[in-house]
């Protein structure tokens, strides 16, 4: 009933670009430190990129300059936009939702594969 879906993963050549969307359904929830996270196969998760409710934005340095993380909370949605792609992003990327005392929200994945 409140869950977080990813979409907007797929594959793409090195250089591309790709748009993922998070949404979250129910009235009830909303998300707050939005958050994405990405695993490459045998790696540990690792965020990427965050952005509050405020509009306060970080990004990992290997992103940066790349990625753009935005939402809209009339929506309830986040997206990261993706430029300038390169092999070495290729991994499963995770919608999440943080704020410290309360529970996170995970989305289920969507995977990104950027080919040389």
């Known amino acids: 009933q409140v869950q977080l879906v990813e979409s907007g993963g797929g594959l793409v050549q090195s250089g591309g670009s790709l748009t993922l969307s998070c949404a979250a359904s129910?009235?009830?929830?909303?998300?707050?430190?939005a958050a994405w996270h990405r695993q490459a196969p045998g790696k540990q998760r690792e965020l990427v990129a965050s952005?509050?409710?405020?509009?306060?934005?970080k990004y990992s340095d290997s992103v940066k300059g790349r990625f753009t993380i935005s939402r809209d909370n009339a929506k309830n949605t986040v997206y990261l936009q993706m430029n300038s792609l390169k092999p070495e992003d290729t991994a499963v990327y995770y919608c999440?939702?943080?704020?410290?005392?309360?529970?996170?929200?995970w989305g289920q994945g969507t995977q990104v594969t950027v080919s040389s």
């Open positions: 952005m509050t409710r405020g509009g306060n934005t």
């Open positions: 129910g009235s009830i929830f909303r998300i707050e430190t």
């Open positions: 999440a939702s943080h704020k410290v005392g309360l529970n996170d929200y």
